[in-house]
């Protein structure tokens, strides 16, 4: 594809737990930004396709203020199911109060799940769907929590259907920085806290010259040139779930978390890749989450299957996506208010990967699997490209966050969730893997319990 040899750095950031009606079904609403090219909510407090019963009441998507909230919302394989809503080979997003009821015991008028956010609470994720590109068919790859999802993002396979606290297994040669080495592809990621890919027991990497904090990307971005740029660039936020908080808030958008700092987070971001318009110009920045997190969505999944592959650590197969998540592709290639519709999950950025680099989308035999099911590449977002870089820099709103008034999580403690023990566990095994350089490059593990605060320079 001609576009993609414009394209020198592919920059992907994957944030927690959040459906597209919730974050972007404003953009369809009248009374909001009526983007009738959007399948956003239409009517949401009226509309009858939206509603969820429960013993005899109905519930309809609502209105909701950002903030902490009290708790997660259920999201796990089974709590899915009941969101779905299957009947038959159908589904009908009924569940989705169902779900959060059966998690919580708690029969409230407005349920959090099926709250949507306005502009002004998700301002920069809609300063960024207005001025550049929304996937509005992009779904989470599996009905299921986090771990799963992320595991396909990275590999194109799931050896698990769930989140533990255990090391996430891959499958041999598609794990995502395998694959960059193996195409000699320059990468690095830069993480506000302790790294998501600390999970997967990588930590040769995560200690490793390409991990850097994302306090690095701005001298770096200045002082690199153009060539010396790596060729794709993860950028983590700080998690939730992360056992220690030193020097970053939580800004993933994982409940409880408000996602008011995740807000902030983009903007940073975006602020950073495009001040210099050389390297603006050969960039794409694209925006997804990793699963719904429980919340409502009125689009029906995909009804795409999982492979089932060799060494997996479930036996039901996956007969669908999960419901849909805010997917945004950024850059001076694109026009103001693009929308893309085509289907497409987490592979599709695996597929552009492997248009770009080995010039084939079939990064492996899976994502090729899902190719052909139906699932299109983030190079077709780009195939509606400018014929030129636009010369114009949109600048988000001078109060572009308005709904991070209280930026620390309302976080129970009382009981960790396998996510938290997963983030609990993964730290500790990157302390005891190499103590020096782990409290080097991640300061805040002295502050777990039982560290000793033995950092260099301490």
Not at 415 to 421: K, P
Request: glycine share 6%; hydrophobic share 40%; charged share 20%.
């Amino acid at each position: 594809m001609a576009m993609l040899d414009q394209i020198q750095t592919i920059v992907i950031v994957m944030m927690e737990n959040r459906s597209f009606d919730h974050v972007l079904g404003h953009l369809s609403m009248k009374r909001f930004n009526n983007r009738q090219d959007v399948a956003g909510l239409i009517d949401p407090e009226q509309n009858p396709a939206y509603t969820n019963f429960l013993d005899g009441q109905g519930y309809q998507p609502f209105e909701l203020k950002d903030g902490p909230l009290l708790h997660d919302l259920p999201h796990s394989r089974p709590m899915v199911s009941t969101q779905l809503g299957q009947a038959g080979a159908a589904f009908t997003m009924s569940g989705f109060v169902e779900a959060y009821f059966d998690a919580t015991g708690s029969k409230v008028a407005d349920p959090p799940s099926m709250g949507f956010l306005s502009p002004g609470d998700v301002s920069m994720s809609n300063f960024l769907a207005m001025n550049y590109a929304v996937c509005d068919n992009w779904f989470a790859p599996l009905p299921t929590d986090t771990q799963p999802n992320r595991s396909i993002a990275y590999s194109g396979y799931s050896l698990i259907d769930d989140t533990k606290a255990r090391p996430i297994p891959t499958v041999a040669e598609s794990f995502i920085f395998e694959w960059l080495n193996a195409h000699n592809v320059s990468w690095r990621v830069y993480h506000c806290g302790i790294s998501f890919f600390a999970l997967f027991d990588r930590f040769y990497e995560v200690l490793g010259p390409n991990f850097r904090s994302f306090r690095q990307f701005p001298g770096d971005f200045a002082s690199e040139s153009p060539s010396e740029m790596p060729q794709v660039i993860f950028i983590e936020p700080e998690y939730t779930d992360s056992p220690v908080h030193f020097g970053w808030i939580p800004n993933d958008n994982h409940p409880p978390t408000s996602i008011g700092p995740g807000e902030h987070f983009l903007r940073n971001i975006y602020d950073l890749l495009s001040k210099d318009s050389e390297k603006w110009n050969r960039t794409v920045l694209i925006v997804t989450h990793d699963e719904h997190g429980g919340f409502f969505d009125h689009v029906l999944p995909l009804p795409i299957s999982a492979t089932l592959a060799p060494g997996a650590l479930f036996s039901e197969e996956f007969t669908s996506t999960g419901p849909r998540v805010p997917a945004l592709v950024v850059s001076p290639w694109i026009a103001s208010g693009t929308v893309f519709k085509g289907a497409m999950d987490h592979t599709s950025i695996l597929q552009l990967l492997s248009e770009k680099f080995a010039g084939t989308p079939d990064y492996n035999e899976e994502v090729k699997r899902r190719r052909e099911a139906g699932i299109q590449s983030v190079s077709q977002v780009l195939a509606q490209a400018l014929a030129q870089p636009r010369t114009d820099v949109p600048q988000p709103p001078a109060d572009a966050i308005t709904s991070s008034v209280e930026l620390k999580p309302a976080t129970d403690t009382r009981v960790q969730t396998d996510s938290q023990q997963a983030f609990t566990a993964a730290a500790q095994k990157l302390v005891d893997y190499d103590r020096p350089r782990a409290l080097e490059k991640y300061p805040e593990l002295a502050h777990l319990p039982g560290t000793p605060i033995d950092a260099p320079g301490k």
